[in-house]
């Protein structure tokens, strides 16, 4: 683990220190669960969103190496 140091404005950190004393824990881990939530939402969503164009070209036919053989027309061996 690291150590860093942030700044708060005054209502941000009255609302940190008032979660704290609720849940018995420290500022600092409320703090980091708060972040490991947002990246776990973040990582979350880009999953949902790879779900959501998997097999989108599914019922299409492509045939991948004239396609680049298209791309490299101007390259030659």
Same mark, same amino acid.
């Given at each position: 683990?690291?150590?860093?140091?942030?700044?708060?404005?005054?209502?941000?950190?009255?609302?940190?220190?008032?979660?704290?004393?609720? =849940?018995?824990?420290?500022?600092?881990?409320? @703090? %980091?669960?708060?972040?490991? *939530? #947002?990246?776990?939402?973040?990582?979350?969503?880009?999953?949902?969103?790879?779900?959501?164009?998997?097999?989108?070209?599914?019922? =299409?036919?492509?045939?991948?190496?004239?396609? @680049? %053989?298209?791309?490299?027309? *101007? #390259?030659?061996?």
């Amino acid at each position: 683990m690291r150590r860093t140091q942030i700044y708060f404005g005054d209502q941000t950190y009255g609302y940190l220190k008032k979660e704290s004393e609720t =849940r018995h824990v420290t500022i600092s881990e409320v @703090i %980091r669960e708060s972040i490991n *939530d #947002r990246i776990k939402r973040k990582v979350q969503n880009m999953l949902k969103a790879t779900d959501e164009i998997l097999g989108i070209w599914k019922d =299409r036919e492509f045939d991948v190496e004239a396609h @680049i %053989r298209n791309l490299r027309k *101007d #390259r030659t061996l």
